[in-house]
C-alpha cells in the first residue's frame, strides 16, 4: 500500500502525477485555504504533507497528528513550521533552498528599480490621463549607478543581489549574523560588512533579506528608519514581520526616506490598508519566486523531500532536523 499524503495547496498538475506515482494523494486544486481544524481533519492517517507559509504547524496543531511523518514546505521560508515542535513529535520538516535564490534575486532588482525610479506611481498616473506634457521635474527619482547599496541578510540570495550590482558600479556593504569568508566577499561585488547602524546610515539603498524569525522581528522599526537617509529607499523581500509596517508608513507619509519596495507585509494578505493611500511605496502580492521554472523547482523540490523521507526512506535532501530521521 503506499503512504497517503496531504498536498494542502493548489500546485502544478504534473508534480501531483509525479507524487500520484509514489503516494495515495489528497489534493487541493480548489486552493481553499484550511483552518487548523480542517487541516488536523485531513490530515488523520497522512504520513506527510506538502505545506506553504499560509499553514501553521506548531505544538498543538502536531500533537493532533499522530500519523505525520514530514511537512515538507514549498519555501524556503520555514517560519510557519515550529521546527523543535517537529522534532519533539518525531516528524521531519523541510524546505525548498538554493532553486528560487537567482529568481528572487532578480525580483528583489526589479523592485529597487520599480521603487528608486517610481515606476508603478508614474504608471498609475499616466493611466489616470493625468499626461498631458513633458516637465523637468516629472517623477524624479533616485539613482541606482554609482550608489550604495546595504544589504540585511546576505545569504545565498543577499549575495545574489549583490552579484548583480557590479553592472550598476555600486559599492556594497553588508550586515548579517556572522561576516562572510574573504571570497564570498570578493564575489558580491567586494561587499563591506558593517554593522546594522552604519549600514542605515550610509546606504542609498536597504534591501532585506534575512529569515523572519523572533530575533529579526522589526529588525526595521522607527528608530532605524530614522537613521535612514532621507532620499533612501527601502525594499523587503523577506518576510512581513522584519519591517514594522506601522512605522513604515508614519516613515512614508512623513517623506523620512524616499519611497518602499514591498513584496511581504505584516499580516499578509490582510496588510494594514494605509498603504494602498502612498503614492511612494511599490506593493507586490509575494511573488518574488514566482517564475515558471522557479515555481516548478520549489514544487518538485518539495516532492523530492517527501518521496526521499516516505517512499525510497532515505534521509531528505532538505531536512531541518536531522535529528528527526530514523
Ligand atoms: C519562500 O520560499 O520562502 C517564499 O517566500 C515563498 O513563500
Redesign the pocket.
Known sequence: MKPAILVARAVFPEVLERLSQHFDVESNQDDVLYTPDQLVARLQGKAGVMS??SSRFDAELLARLPDLKIVANM???YDNIDVAACTAHGVMASN?PDV?NETTADFGWALLMATARRITESEHWLRAGKWQKWRYDYFLGADLHGSTLGIIGMGRIGQAIARRSMGFDMRVIYHNRSRLGEQQEAHANNARYVGKEELLRTADHVVLVLPYSAESRHTIGAAELDMMKPGATLVNLA?GGIVDDVALIAALKAKKIAAAGLD?FENEPKFHPDFLGLDNVVLTP?I??ASTPTRKA?TNRAADNLIAALDSKQRPPNLLNPEAFR
Open positions: 506553504t507559509s519555501a524556503v521560508g525548498t528560487l518576510r511581504v509575494h518574488a519566486s520549489m
